[in-house]
Nanobody, 133 residues
Framework: DVQLQASGGGLVQAGGSLRLSCVVT????????IAWFRQAPGKEREGVGC????????YYVDSVKGRFTMSSDNAEATVYLQMDSLKPEDTAIYYC??????????????????????????WGQGTLVTVSS
């Protein structure tokens, strides 16, 4: 069984930074792809980025590329999402999710498609990020 615990959300002004954390409880942390998703009010859930993702160490959607950075502390089984240069449109509930890496094809084929989260069976609770203008 895999459990995820996300934290680190909050209120920040545009241009500011936040770091989200996702603690993953599993005996095989290295075997899992960890992804961050977000859902803004009235919008569909979308992928943000993933780590150990197909043939990519990290992979990001275009809207966050260059501003968001994922990293992993394997000793602590924790994945981080460093968010810099935040914009009001980044306001959303952010979720981390896990899937066995072997089950996922290269992310360019699916991560930006509709409902990429359907490939992830394990989810943490969300953490709210609010960016004020």
């Amino acid at each position: 069984d895999v459990q995820l615990q996300a934290s680190g959300g909050g209120l920040v002004q545009a241009g500011g930074s936040l770091r989200l954390s996702c603690v993953v409880t599993t005996l095989a942390f290295d075997d899992y792809t960890i992804a961050w998703f977000r859902q803004a009010p009235g919008k569909e859930r979308e992928g943000v980025g993933c780590i150990r993702c197909g043939n990519h160490n990290t992979y990001y959607v275009d809207s966050v590329k260059g501003r968001f950075t994922m990293s992993s502390d394997n000793a602590e089984a924790t994945v981080y999402l460093q968010m810099d240069s935040l914009k009001p449109e980044d306001t959303a509930i952010y979720y981390c999710a896990a899937a066995e890496s072997i089950s996922l094809p290269t992310p360019r084929l699916w991560f930006k498609s509709s409902n990429p989260g359907r490939r992830f069976p394990y989810w943490g609770q969300g953490t709210l990020v609010t960016v004020s203008s």
